[in-house]
């Protein structure tokens, strides 16, 4: 005791104080402040680590600080829902910048990796974190109701089954076959890309885990009428019957047509 | 004399020893040597020889002829057979997976198939019976004008006009004109009904829609009524007016009533009076297309470009909706929304044109 009292006017007592103070504040704010749903499974060491990651490979397009390039938009605010959907199907990193960034098989991160970059871009700014499984898991959603409320919202451009379609300019939205629910509520609280923003007031997450339910359900559908064409209704099937259909018929035409000898 | 060497006018190719046809005269080498200017009159070349079919000429060609004639009526008739027994004995559940098609239902594809055969047997053998055994000569049916001879003519009228005088129809106008009456307004029942089954009059029902003063905007499906602090940057919601729960025509409306709620950055919206007839960015456009009235859902949030489905019609939200591409020929009429004294959204005002394609009073 006597030797802390002795250097109790040693000049760095201050500091030391001062910074003992800081992290009592800090802790006693952590522990007590409201945290989004990952706040807890987020440490420092993955938001160094998702820094790191983050500017070897995004920052060209996003900025070393995700504060957006005229090539890609500032990451602040988007939430680590927003990467783990654009990452975790293989969207980001794009080859190059375009209009449209397709969903790609190769995933080039694991998710350990994704996770911190999820939480990096999360500590930016808050934002939209990654869903809870209790909402993602279709096979607790109303799959009925779903259909409705994706006829309502989602229908118009990816099509009543799911099948995707065209949007303006060489945009398109894509299929919906065979998502993970993961990454249908991630894409519907975020708005990726063209996609608008359908936030939690807008459609519930019990909804979204309904719209889960109906998109799962359309994938296990068993198909029995022959070539789907692409589910894309009367474009493809119109073409199918134009070709074909017509195509038979001039034939017979000519046939009929012709002299006989 | 010309550089060939002939008279101007040439010299008319003849008919050669078998008339026309034979020796076809080809089209650059022209009916007239020389300047290749045009004869007189064409001479009607006939018909080309007629060529014999096999089936005419022998007998062993004809008999196959007939084989396979009956062969393809015989498939005819196994397809139909067919058709008959797969119509009871094929459960319906029945998959099958058929290489290059896919998972097909077994009952339909084997109806299918087996009509077409049933169908197509009988149509190609009757063809091809056609083809090589029915009489196959050349003919010509001339063509007469259809007007009847002026003595035929001359004759009906002076029968009509013999009748009427004898009916005395002349003599008595009063018959004549108390006939033509009864029979014309004969004619105003047929009309009447024809015209009544056309249903009642639009009045202003095209012009109109749901939306009052004061109606909260409320969700599709769910009706629930949205706060403006719901509705963040770049989110888009479908709205239908809270009136609808007492519609009795509930499609009806909900065709003409369809809104969709979109939120801008407000500095983004280059139309003043788009910011003033929203609130705070957030702003509500008819959802129906102009152009044919499709539901206009396609909102990229980025680019603010709404795309109508159907036939890409695009309206550019920052804009006033006006089109940016495609056949629609006017801007989608926006609702003007306020807030309420609890913080919901509400119409300050109905539409103030109406919605959805034009129409003749529209103008």
């Not at chain 1, 990796?113 to 500590?123: C, D, G, K, L, R």
């Not at chain 2, 007189?40 to 007629?50: K, L, Q, S």
Request: contains cysteine.
């Amino acid at each position: 005791m006597n030797a802390l009292a002795a250097r109790r006017r040693h000049p760095a007592a201050i500091a030391l104080l001062i910074l003992v103070g800081l992290l009592v504040t800090g802790a006693a704010y952590a522990a007590l402040a409201p945290k989004p749903a990952q706040a807890s499974t987020v440490s420092a060491d993955q938001v160094e680590q998702g820094k790191k990651l983050f500017q070897a490979n995004c920052s060209t397009c996003h900025g070393l600080g995700a504060e957006g390039t005229k090539d890609g938009p500032s990451l602040a605010g988007v939430g680590a829902a927003a990467v783990d959907f654009q990452v975790g199907t293989g969207r980001m990193p794009m080859t190059r910048p375009d209009v449209q960034a397709p969903r790609k098989e190769e995933v080039l991160f694991d998710e350990k990796e994704i996770a911190a970059m999820a939480a990096y871009v999360a500590s930016l700014a808050p934002g939209p974190a990654v869903p809870d499984a209790e909402y993602t898991d279709g096979e607790k959603g109303d799959p009925a109701k779903g259909g409705e409320l994706f006829r309502v919202n989602c229908a118009m451009c990816h099509n009543a089954s799911g099948a995707g379609g065209a949007l303006t300019r060489g945009k398109y939205a894509p299929s919906l076959r065979n998502i993970s629910g993961e990454h249908i509520y991630e894409a519907m609280v975020t708005g990726p890309q063209s996609m608008p923003v359908f936030n939690d007031s807008n459609v519930s997450p019990e909804s979204k885990r309904d719209i889960i339910a109906f998109l799962h359900t359309v994938d296990k559908q068993e198909k029995v009428g022959g070539m789907t064409l692409g589910n894309l209704g009367p474009v493809s099937e119109g073409l199918f019957i134009w070709v074909f259909g017509l195509g038979i018929m001039i034939g017979f035409a000519v046939w009929l047509g012709q002299k006989s000898a | 004399m010309n550089e060939h060497g002939t008279e101007h006018g040439g010299q008319v190719a003849q008919p050669g020893p078998e008339g026309f046809g034979r020796e076809a005269v080809r089209l650059d080498q022209g009916h007239i040597v020389g300047t290749g200017g045009l004869p007189e009159r064409f001479d009607n070349p006939g018909f080309p020889p007629h060529i014999p079919r096999a089936a005419d000429l022998d007998e062993r060609a004809a008999k196959r002829a007939e084989k396979q004639v009956a062969t393809l009526f015989g498939l005819s008739m196994l397809g139909t057979l067919v058709f008959i027994v797969a119509y009871f004995a094929i459960p319906m559940e029945n998959r099958v997976f058929i290489p290059g098609i896919g998972l097909a239902n077994l009952s339909n594809v084997v109806l299918g198939v087996s009509l077409a055969f049933g169908l197509l047997g009988i149509g190609i053998g009757a063809v091809h019976w056609a083809k090589t055994l029915m009489p196959d000569e050349e003919m010509v049916e001339e063509r007469h004008p259809l007007r009847s001879s002026d003595e035929a003519r001359g004759g009906f009228v002076k029968t009509v006009l013999t009748g009427g005088t004898e009916a005395q129809l002349d003599r008595r106008p009063l018959i004549k004109y108390s006939l033509g009456g009864a029979l014309g307004l004969f004619a105003l029942p047929v009309v009447l009904q024809v015209a009544g089954s056309l249903g009642p009059l639009p009045k202003d029902e095209l012009s109109k829609t749901m939306w009052k003063k004061g109606d909260r905007l409320v969700r599709d499906p769910e009706l629930t009524p949205v706060k403006a602090t719901d509705v963040t940057i770049g989110s888009v919601f479908h709205i239908l007016p809270e009136s609808i729960k007492d519609s009795e025509h509930v499609l009806e409306d909900k065709a003409k009533a369809a809104v969709l709620l979109m939120r801008l950055e407000p500095e983004a919206i280059k139309v003043a009076k788009e910011r003033d007839w929203g609130h705070d960015g957030i702003v509500a456009y008819s959802k129906i297309c102009t152009h044919v009235g499709c539901p206009v859902g396609l909102y990229e949030q980025q680019t603010h470009h709404l795309l109508c489905p159907c036939h890409q019609s695009t309206f550019d939200v920052t804009q006033d909706c006006k089109v940016i591409f495609g056949p629609a020929k006017r801007p989608l009429p926006q609702l003007k929304i306020t807030v309420d004294a609890e913080g919901y959204l509400v119409a300050d005002a109905p539409f103030r044109e109406a919605v959805g394609p034009s129409f003749w009073e529209r103008g």
